[in-house]
């Protein structure tokens, strides 16, 4: 590949990235809340900015990666948690036939929803989602915070909470 070549895909890269921050150690978030509507795993929609007020993790998975499955202790502990909400967003195509049982046997009890067609091509307020799991930490007015582009370390999910918890 020719260096101006080469040049030309970085930038489309950076371009194409959701404006959110970068995943290694999440980052700070542009300004304006994520507006979006998903389906729910057990029908109706789940209103992002319906939540607001509470703080928002929502978890982008797919049943089939090891990594996001290993996340949910740290996600159901923070379900847990008074002023949070967790949001599991499947990518799974297949919806309710794979997710339910995998909800079952994991004994997820949080909230489940589904990607549309938009957010599984990158054409959400979500931008592209390349990996799985990605988890965003959303403040109390709907604004992500930090983003990971990885499977959580552990305890990671707790210190960040604590950190944007005690944020007024």
């Known amino acids: 590949m020719t260096a101006p070549r080469a ?5 489309a890269a950076a371009l194409a990235a959701p404006a959110c921050g970068a995943g290694a150690g999440g980052s700070t978030a542009p300004r304006r809340p994520i507006a979006l509507v998903l389906p729910a795993v057990d029908g109706g929609e789940v209103d992002l900015a319906a939540l607001r007020g509470q703080v ?3 978890h982008v998975f797919a049943v089939w990666s090891l990594e996001a499955t290993g996340d949910v ?21 297949e919806g309710y036939q794979v997710i339910a049982p995998w909800r ?14 938009a957010v599984r091509a990158g054409d ?14 959303l403040d109390r007015r709907g604004v992500v915070v930090r983003r990971f ?3 959580l370390a552990d305890g990671e ?3 960040t909470l604590d950190e944007v918890l005690a944020a007024r």
């Open 157 to 159: 999910l707790a210190r």
């Open 104 to 117: 079952r046997a994991l004994g997820v009890r949080y909230l489940l929803t589904t990607a549309d067609a």
């Open 73 to 93: 202790p740290q996600l159901t502990e923070a379900a847990a948690r008074d002023g949070v909400e967790v949001v599991g967003l499947a990518l799974d195509p």
């Open 124 to 137: 959400s307020p979500l931008g592209a989602l390349p990996v799985v799991p990605t988890t965003l930490v």
């Open 7 to 11: 040049l030309a895909v970085v930038v």
């Open 56 to 58: 928002v993790v929502l």
């Open 149 to 151: 582009d990885r499977a």
